[in-house]
């Protein structure tokens, strides 16, 4: 009974996404017509981002289908889950700053994390950290800007993320109840 459940909802965020895509293509039609000195930039960056993440895409989804398969459910739940508590989250600040490389290798890793049952303000964490703190650029600016900035922006980085996080988590948590004592049947995010 749950499967075509799922695979109506697949079918509607396929449909939702291919209308998406349509109306980015359409905007920027538009927008090229209107400034067409702009065309040979917008292709040009258009097609370098096309051939990085060409390059960089299989690599990433052949490590999501292995942590997938190879990751636990119940490890997940232990370290990043509720029970884990603000350990959760400090850990999640140390996967997202261990990597390099662009945020958006980062989501499907998120999504994966998050469908094993990580909680909310572990997998916000771990996407800003990824996108804030990295352990090679922390030596970088260590090395232009000195020890005093690093530090101060470390730290200041690090607690912001943290209450992001936890506030993300609370407002999502708070809207969920609401929906389910409000009456709805949907819950989910």
Avoid: H
């Amino acid at each position: 009974m749950k499967e075509p459940v799922e695979k109506e909802t697949q079918r509607k965020e396929m449909k939702r996404d291919v209308i998406i895509l349509g109306l980015t293509l359409f905007i920027t039609v538009i927008l090229l017509s209107i400034f067409p000195d702009k065309q040979k930039a917008v292709t040009n960056t258009s097609l370098k981002f096309f051939i990085e993440m060409i390059s960089i895409l299989p690599a990433v989804l052949v490590l999501m289908g292995l942590f997938a398969v190879f990751m636990p459910k119940n490890m997940v739940v232990k370290y990043l889950g509720k029970a884990a508590g603000i350990k959760s989250v400090f850990l999640g600040i140390l996967l997202g700053s261990l990597p390099t490389g662009p945020l958006y290798v980062a989501f499907p890793i998120a999504s994966t994390l998050l469908k094993k049952g990580a909680k909310i303000s572990c997998i916000i964490v771990f996407l800003s950290a990824w996108a804030c703190i990295k352990i090679p650029q922390e030596m970088v600016e260590l090395q232009f800007l000195g020890p005093k900035f690093m530090a101060a922006r470390l730290i200041l980085t690090i607690v912001f993320v943290i209450i992001m996080g936890v506030s993300i988590e609370q407002l999502i948590e708070w809207s969920c109840k609401k929906q389910v004592s409000g009456g709805e049947d949907d819950a989910s995010f």
